[in-house]
Nanobody, 119 residues
Framework: QVQLVESGGGLVQAGGSLRLSCGVS????????MAWFRQAPGKGREFVAR????????VYPDSVKGRFTISRDSAKNTVYLQMNNLKPEDTAVYYC????????????WGQGTQVTVSS
């Protein structure tokens, strides 16, 4: 089992920045890939960023590329999502997720943290 705990959400004005954190504990060998997803009210879950825990390579969708940065601190077992130049459409609950190398789906999820961007 892997336990994920997000923090760092809040209310920010458009153009501002926030950094989300995801603390990872438990069976870390099952967390080869770490990702952030988000879900806005009335919408489906959207992929935001992914990082490979060991080598550190990252993937982003066009909607956040150049504004969001995912990173990890192996010593602290923590994954971060730095969000800059936030827009009202970034408002959502943000979830941290993990999966093993052999899986295609993310099978470990955090409880989510609310990010609200005011215009």
């Amino acid at each position: 089992q892997v336990q994920l705990v997000e923090s760092g959400g809040g209310l920010v004005q458009a153009g501002g920045s926030l950094r989300l954190s995801c603390g990872v504990s438990g069976r870390l060998a099952s967390a080869d890939y770490m990702a952030w997803f988000r879900q806005a009210p009335g919408k489906g879950r959207e992929f935001v960023a992914r990082i490979a825990w060991t080598v550190g390579n990252t993937v982003y969708p066009d909607s956040v590329k150049g504004r969001f940065t995912i990173s990890r601190d192996s010593a602290k077992n923590t994954v971060y999502l730095q969000m800059n130049n936030l827009k009202p459409e970034d408002t959502a609950v943000y979830y941290c997720a993990a999966r093993g190398l052999s899986r295609l789906d993310y099978n470990y999820w955090g409880q989510g943290t609310q990010v609200t961007v005011s215009s």
